[in-house]
């Protein structure tokens, strides 16, 4: 993620100016989506968050300030998205714990299929954990952001990131227990 | 809730934030602890895997959607700051359906509000006194609004509304030539011979001023069945020429004289149901006779050999305690 010129490109929508716009959806619609698919588990409700989120980003450019960086900025309001589409659509409970996780093993050759394959195991492993558990996660192993960053887009304390973190990666282990690195 | 020392380590081992030292000091603590290890071990298992899963691809055209719902135009603060040229992406659907659904209501408060700023009077508006005396003089203005709109409370023109299906229901009062006592045959007005059948049914044998008979006068416990005799009223009492059809409207029953509070719940009693109604000897046991069913229905010629095929009889159904006792015998 870029954030030499984040405060230009804010600077840039405040003005009014579209391409700046455009060159800020084209550099964090991305990892926006992926964020908000993770801790969704759909496409179609990714892809409605990812809109709202920047088009909320316009209308809350005014509210943004600049001490933070703008792609935290940016997940908090995906986040908060997120948590309140799946209030909405009151999905907030985890699945089932005894759901049934689909075994990668038997894979075939093609790399893009055994990713597939790895991608959509995890997220119902994701998807079996509570909304918490897999926000932090998805933060912190899908989007790479540091506990700082977590702990900003959260309204959290870093050490309560870092404990939430850690239960959320004890029960990822128990969950792909039986998952082989290839 | 903070983590211990060991998992502080492993937090930073999975990381790759833990220094040569922390590392040594994790390896020196799960060499001795198992659980500790097999703890870590599936951490980091679980670390690799989400590392290892590949990003989802966004749909195609996420960008051009999101664009083209960003609606272009000038906002009150880029017009202050910025110049008037070019477009402006200050404004989205979503908030421009917002601000259509607020109300003229909300408009006006939020207009005096800036008034009020404007004005600068914090120290009015920003008390609980003023805040609730603008909201009342809003209330006040509103509900005068509201009263020449819908006309409420009704002015004195309007009050007819609330009589003329009363009027409906009044019938013509008698006159003083209406009421010919003793002489039921003639030309009479319909109410007039109402009023004859009714003195004659009661005996009475002096004029009746129209005027003296008002609805409050006779009440409902006065007309009981048991004050009124059928024996009282004869076929001849009542002229068939006096009952004319126009005397039953069907104007005179008015939906609205049928409420729904006299039908209640109560006039259907639980215990007007008794139990006894339905007698345990309604349905005798001499009903269903045993001669119904004669042995002679079902004739041993009924089963053939042939119905019964070996095929039907699974060797499962006979146990072998069961063929053995056969063979023993």
Redesign the interface.
């Known amino acids: 993620v870029e954030t030499d010129d984040d405060q230009a490109l804010v600077d840039g929508c405040r003005n009014g100016d579209r391409a700046a716009f455009a060159t800020l959806v084209t550099r964090y619609q991305r990892p926006i989506y992926n964020a908000a698919y993770r801790v969704l588990g759909n496409a179609d409700d990714a892809s409605e968050v990812a809109q709202a989120v920047f088009l909320r980003n316009v209308e809350r450019l005014d509210d943004y300030d600049s001490q933070y960086r703008l792609f935290s900025w940016i997940y908090r309001i995906a986040i908060n998205e997120a948590i309140d589409l799946l209030r909405r659509n009151r999905r907030e409970e985890p699945l089932d714990e005894g759901i049934e996780l689909a075994d990668i093993d038997g894979a075939g050759p093609e790399d893009r299929y055994r990713d597939r394959q790895l991608s959509d195991r995890i997220q119902r492993a994701l998807m079996s954990m509570k909304v918490e558990d897999r926000v932090v996660l998805t933060l912190r192993h899908f989007s790479g952001l540091s506990y700082k960053d977590i702990a900003v887009v959260l309204h959290a304390e870093e050490k309560t990131v870092k404990s939430r973190l850690f239960e959320a990666r004890q029960r990822m282990g128990e969950l792909l227990a039986d998952l082989r690195i290839r | 809730?903070?983590?211990s020392q060991a998992?502080?380590l492993?937090?930073a081992v999975?990381d790759g934030d833990a220094s040569a030292a922390e590392r040594a000091e994790l390896d020196r603590l799960l060499a001795s602890d198992e659980a500790l290890c097999a703890?870590f071990e599936?951490?980091?298992?679980?670390?690799?895997?989400?590392?290892?899963?590949?990003?989802?691809d966004?749909?195609p055209g996420?960008?051009e959607?999101?664009?083209s719902?960003?609606t272009?135009r000038?906002?009150s603060?880029?017009a202050t700051?910025?110049s008037l040229s070019?477009?402006?992406?200050?404004?989205?659907?979503?908030?421009r359906a917002r601000r259509t659904k607020q109300s003229w209501f909300t408009g006006l408060v939020h207009l005096l509000k800036e008034i009020g700023m404007n004005e600068q009077k914090p120290g009015f508006l920003g008390t609980t006194k003023g805040k609730f005396l603008v909201t009342a003089g809003v209330a006040a203005v509103a509900l005068a609004g509201l009263s020449t709109v819908i006309d409420f409370p009704p002015g004195s023109n309007n009050t007819a509304g609330t009589i003329v299906p009363a009027e409906r229901h009044r019938a013509p009062q008698n006159s003083a030539q209406d009421i010919n006592v003793g002489s039921p045959s003639g030309a009479q007005s319909s109410n007039a011979g109402a009023i004859n059948a009714a003195s004659g049914a009661a005996g009475s044998t002096g004029a009746v001023i129209p005027n003296a008979v008002t609805p409050n006068v006779v009440s409902p416990s006065v007309a009981s069945p048991d004050v009124v005799s059928p024996n009282v009223i004869s076929p001849n009492s009542v002229n068939p020429n006096s009952v004319s059809p126009n005397m039953v409207s069907p104007n005179m029953v008015s939906p609205n004289m049928v409420s729904p509070n006299m039908v209640s719940p109560n006039m259907v009693s639980p215990n007007s149901v008794s139990p006894n109604m339905v007698s345990p000897n309604m349905v005798s046991p001499n009903m269903v006779s045993p001669n119904m069913v004669s042995p002679n229905m079902v004739s041993p010629n009924m089963v053939s050999p042939n119905m019964v095929s070996p095929n039907m009889v699974s060797p499962n159904l006979v146990s072998p305690n069961a063929a053995a006792g056969v063979r023993s015998n």
């Open positions: 809730m903070s983590l998992e502080t492993i937090q999975l703890t599936s951490m980091r298992h679980a670390c690799a895997m989400l590392e290892a899963s590949p990003d989802v966004p749909p996420l960008v959607s999101i664009l719902r960003a272009l000038g906002s603060r880029a700051h910025q070019g477009e402006r992406v200050v404004a989205t659907d979503a908030s």
